[in-house]
């Protein structure tokens, strides 16, 4: 039960490269005078921000802060303004997008006739619009698409789904 209180700074304290690319790495970082990951971090905050480093306002260990200075390739310089600007039109088309999603959930949800029967009638206005544009394009495609329609009512009325039970069906079906 006696747990050995080992911290991150131990195990990096103890490491040696064994691998040719470990030995590799290691011999890169010895000879760019990183010895520690605060060098490596504080290196890389002043190629960011310019030699000096003193408009950086981020700490050394933040590292996500760091990565977000990087543009999307990772090679380009970007001021903390930009990073903010960014940054906030980030978090709003995540709230957009957040808000969006809520609106679909709730609108899905909704069980009532009234309302289906108004959403029913908004997708035959739309669709009533599309054909008059259509119409004014192509004069025989509509008139396609409106036979096409009447013979898919055709079907549903004679489907068994209504029985064929109305006098408009036993008229068809005696054709």
Same mark, same amino acid.
């Given at each position: ?63 996500? /802060?760091? $990565?977000?200075? +990087?543009? *999307? !390739? ?6 903390? %303004? =930009? ?49 008059? /544009?259509? $119409?004014?394009? +192509?004069? *025989? !495609? ?6 096409? %329609? =009447? ?25």
């Amino acid at each position: 039960k006696d747990k050995m209180n080992i911290d991150r700074e131990d195990l990096v304290g103890k490491f040696e490269a064994t691998t040719d690319f470990e030995k590799e790495v290691a011999d890169a970082l010895e000879k760019a005078g990183a010895e520690s990951e605060k060098d490596i971090a504080r290196w890389e905050r002043a190629e960011l921000m310019g030699e000096d480093g003193a408009d950086a306002d981020i700490n050394a260990d933040d590292d996500d /802060a760091m $990565a977000a200075l +990087d543009d *999307d !390739l990772g090679g380009n310089r970007i001021s903390l %303004e =930009e990073y903010k600007k960014r940054h906030g039109e980030l978090a709003k088309m995540r709230a957009l997008m957040f808000y969006e999603e809520q609106k679909r959930h709730h609108i899905n949800k909704i069980k009532s006739k009234k309302y289906r029967k108004i959403r029913k009638k908004q997708r035959e206005r739309r669709s009533e619009a599309e054909k008059e /544009a259509a $119409a004014e394009e +192509d004069p *025989d !495609l509509v008139r396609e698409l409106e036979e096409k %329609e =009447e013979m898919e009512r055709m079907k549903e009325r004679m489907s068994l789904r209504h029985k064929n039970t109305s006098k408009w069906a036993k008229q068809q079906l005696r054709r």
